[in-house]
């Protein structure tokens, strides 16, 4: 099965694939981790990318298009994946349709998942991950057990640069203008399956479970 996750950054995208890749055994396939990892790791890919991520601008299509097509060609992808931040614009939506039509893949469905501005802003502001393991937390809606540390590891939590106010306000207007286009480009396909992001983290894989089940 090969998903494609569409939603405002703090919509649960990340989170819910997260949980689905475990119970439909399909690889996870981010290009924001892929590029905060080349960016730490300080590869050419990461140095070109930094600038453009810290002011929440898109990275070059060329670069994820590349990053995405490399992926796709890994062995763990072979039973499916869900596209997680990619695309981003029209752009790379249509090389993605070039570059399944010579890989002879195709989209099973588009999941865009939905969230008002407010509650998108809260969520980033709060949200912390661990140094050592990942695990993302929420300074309110889900906190550690001791400030600033992991329950699962002790690492210590740490904030995105770009989950702060002034980038979190680009992020959205770059989602608004730039990756909003793609729910009426997934629509005219028959792709797109709409659900709403606010509850539960259960409820709302229930509800994806359900639309990618038709
Ligand atoms: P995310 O973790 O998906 O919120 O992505 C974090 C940042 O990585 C974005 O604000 C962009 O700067 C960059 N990025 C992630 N995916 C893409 C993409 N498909 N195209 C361009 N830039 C991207």
């Given at each position: 099965m090969i998903l494609v996750f569409l939603g405002a950054p703090g919509s649960g995208k990340g989170t819910q694939a997260?949980?689905?890749?475990?119970?439909?055994?399909?690889?996870?396939?981010?290009t924001g981790d892929m590029l905060r990892e080349a960016v730490a790791a300080k590869t050419q890919v990461g140095n070109?990318?930094?600038?453009?991520?810290?002011?929440?601008e898109l990275v070059p299509d060329s670069v994820v298009i590349k990053l995405i097509e490399e992926r796709i060609q890994k062995p763990d992808c072979k039973n499916g994946f869900i596209l997680?931040?990619?695309?981003?614009?029209?752009?790379?939506?249509?090389?993605?349709?070039?570059?399944?039509?010579?890989?002879?893949?195709k989209i099973d469905h588009c999941v865009a998942i939905e969230?008002?501005?407010q509650s998108l802003v809260k969520r980033l502001t709060g949200r912390r991950s661990c140094k050592n393991c990942g695990t993302g937390y929420h300074i309110e809606f889900q906190a550690p057990k001791v400030k600033n540390i992991c329950d699962k590891c002790g690492g210590e939590l740490f904030q995105r640069n770009?989950?702060?106010?002034?980038?979190?306000?680009?992020r959205l207007n770059v989602y608004k203008t730039k990756t909003s286009p793609l729910i009426e480009f997934y629509s005219k396909k028959n792709l797109l399956r709409t659900i709403a992001g606010t509850g539960e983290f259960s409820e709302i894989t229930e509800r994806i479970l359900k639309v990618i089940s038709k």
């Open positions: 997260k949980i689905l890749i475990e119970k439909l055994k399909i690889a996870h396939l981010s070109e990318a930094a600038s453009f991520m810290s002011k929440g997680d931040g990619f695309p981003r614009n029209t752009t790379q939506a249509v090389s993605l349709d070039e570059m399944f039509s010579k890989y002879k893949l969230v008002d501005e770009d989950d702060v106010e002034e980038v979190i306000k680009d």
